[in-house]
């Protein structure tokens, strides 16, 4: 008789094929979908009822297999397919591909949601995310530009917003040292006086009065030295100011500085003001026995000023640089006469570099070099560090001495510490700048030349720029480009590893959740776990094989028609059998 065995495993058998090409066509379908996995059908039969058991040989007969009839087929799974397609350059920096295990990490309303497709775009704050809005998750930076590794953080990347500066904390210097130069002799020297023949002197009466024979004490009151063209009256009063305006070092214009008269104010107040704004670094005698600063002869009342020797630090001083004003500034006089009576000698040399503050805000930094002695052993050279943007009094910072061995190599190595105040600015004070006279670009050497030649050879830190471009590495890294030539991390994409990724549970949207089978995430950074590398500028591409695909369709179409053939031929049987009488 026909048996319906054969027609409930043929119906199977449909069942099983038209499963079997809804994977195959949803393959298909997706062929161009980004980063698509794709699945097969995975067949298994039913269990069979035996007819008879298997028996073993005895010593006289063989042994039986068992008799069996299967009862059909069914779709017992369906694997995805992780393995990576194929990565496609677009040319777009926000398209990503991992060449590798891993998955990019997006949420939305903290809801963290996994992803190969990497066609990601900008929203309105900036904010990358995926083309159905999910913010993309990763590391973000401290006010340091140091990629925080923790708490994952949408990333941003402010293009045209961000903005940024860096201070200055290196300057390297390269050139030579004409070691053949002149030895100096002394610096200049100014007399100065209240007329060109006649010292300063003090109004009869003064509270402060000199001891004889002396006419003018550095302890004397400004508000009590005698006007020359009238002996009674102050030359000076209180709430006047004194300014130095003009007044050169070398080639360098000095900046105006003002010094508050009070009742208070004394002749070394004075003179310690001169000093420091005509930027003299007071210390050991120069060669001619003057030893460099501001000083006072009390039996005449004249004052003298010696300067540094080198011939950058010549300065020229006119009548005309020393003024006194009203303290609104209004002009009253040119107190005192001024006579040059020697300039400053000495091979030396002066170079000018910028550096930046905290602020992004330019601050010139003077450094001369002066040659001080010549020996077996080498020669001496004297630094000098100046800036008329020091916050302080006068422009001198800090000054030293470096040496050189008969090879012209420089045998003080260690660079200089200059701490550039920059109160009243608002940026970070003091400006610390590490300067160096050796470096890799060949640093400074003392050799004889013609003359002597030094420049910057490096510098950090940098003005105020604004985010213009932005790219990224293979482990992640979004790196900024700013305008003004800085590059700073923006922060770090994250990666999540599965342990078994073929038991995630797909979302739609190219997007995937955990699975009871999958594992927790595992989240790292690219490159480690084998999560695989950050391409960047690229896409990966469907790995549906169509060709494979087109095959399957034809095999499943092969087995849905002849299951049909088989429940036809088992229907033809049962009409025989209803027809017997």
Do not use: C
Not at 304 to 312: K, L, Q, R
Request: net charge negative.
């Amino acid at each position: 008789m026909a048996s319906t065995v054969a027609l409930f495993s043929a119906l199977s058998g449909l069942n099983a094929h038209a499963r079997s090409l809804d994977v195959i066509g949803n393959n298909i379908a997706n062929v161009n979908t980004t980063a698509f996995k794709s699945s097969r059908a995975v067949f298994a039969d039913l269990f069979s009822r035996t007819i008879s058991g298997a028996t073993p040989p005895t010593e006289t007969s063989g042994g039986t297999n068992p008799s069996q009839v299967g009862f059909g087929v069914r779709i017992t799974a369906t694997q995805r397919d992780m393995g990576t397609g194929t990565i496609s350059p677009t040319g777009n920096v926000r398209d990503l591909a991992i060449d590798g295990n891993g998955f990019f990490i997006v949420e939305r309303n903290g809801d963290e949601r996994f992803t190969r497709a990497g066609n990601f775009q900008f929203d309105a704050d900036q904010n990358l995310v995926t083309v159905d809005g999910d913010r993309v998750l990763g590391y973000g930076v401290d006010a340091g530009f140091t990629v925080q590794s923790g708490a994952l953080v949408p990333l941003n990347i402010p293009l045209g917003q961000l903005r940024v500066a860096e201070a200055t904390s290196e300057v390297r210097l390269t050139g030579n040292l004409n070691a053949s130069g002149a030895l100096p002799v002394g610096g200049s020297v100014l007399d100065l006086g209240a007329t060109p023949t006649s010292g300063f002197g003090l109004i009869t009466g003064a509270t402060v009065p000199p001891t004889a024979p002396n006419v003018l004490e550095t302890t004397s009151l400004l508000t009590e030295i005698a006007d020359p063209a009238d002996p009674d009256a102050p030359l000076f009063a209180q709430g006047q100011q004194f300014t130095i305006e003009g007044a050169r070092k070398g080639n360098l214009t000095l900046p105006t500085e003002r010094l508050a008269i009070t009742a208070a104010t004394t002749v070394a107040d004075l003179m310690a003001f001169i000093a420091a704004v005509l930027g003299i670094v007071e210390g050991d005698a120069n060669p001619d026995g003057l030893t460099p600063g501001v000083a006072l002869d009390p039996l005449t009342g004249r004052l003298s000023i010696t300067g540094n020797t080198g011939s950058v630090h010549d300065l020229e001083i006119e009548p005309t640089d020393f003024v006194v004003r009203t303290e609104s500034g209004a002009f009253l006089r040119f107190p005192m006469s001024i006579e040059k009576l020697a300039s400053a000698s000495g091979e030396s040399v002066r170079t000018t570099t910028v550096a930046f503050d905290s602020l992004g805000q330019a601050v010139e930094l003077d450094v001369a070099l002066v040659l001080i002695g010549r020996g077996d052993t080498g020669t001496l050279w004297r630094y000098d560090v100046s800036s008329a943007d020091d916050s302080n009094l006068g422009i001198a910072i800090t000054s030293g001495v470096i040496a050189f061995d008969t090879r012209g190599q420089l045998m003080t190595t260690e660079p200089v510490q200059v701490l550039l105040d920059r109160s009243g600015t608002g940026a970070a004070t003091p400006l610390a700048i590490s300067l160096g006279f050796a470096g890799a670009e060949g640093g400074i050497t003392a050799l004889a030349d013609q003359t002597s030649r030094i420049a910057a050879s490096y510098r950090d830190g940098a003005p105020m720029g604004t985010l213009e471009e932005f790219g990224i590495d293979r482990d992640g890294v979004i790196y900024g480009a700013f305008s003004n030539t800085m590059v700073r991390p923006l922060g770090q994409l994250a990666l999540a590893v599965f342990t078994n990724p073929e038991g995630l549970s797909a979302m739609g949207g190219n997007l995937y959740r955990p699975g009871a089978n999958s594992s927790p995430p595992a989240v790292t950074t690219p490159g480690m776990l084998g999560s695989g590398a950050v391409v960047a500028g690229a896409l990966e591409l469907s790995n549906v094989d169509i060709g494979r695909e087109f095959i399957n369709m034809v095999l499943a179409s092969t087995g849905y028609n002849a299951s049909s053939r088989v429940i036809q031929t088992t229907n033809d049987l049962l009409d025989r059998l209803l027809a017997i009488r």
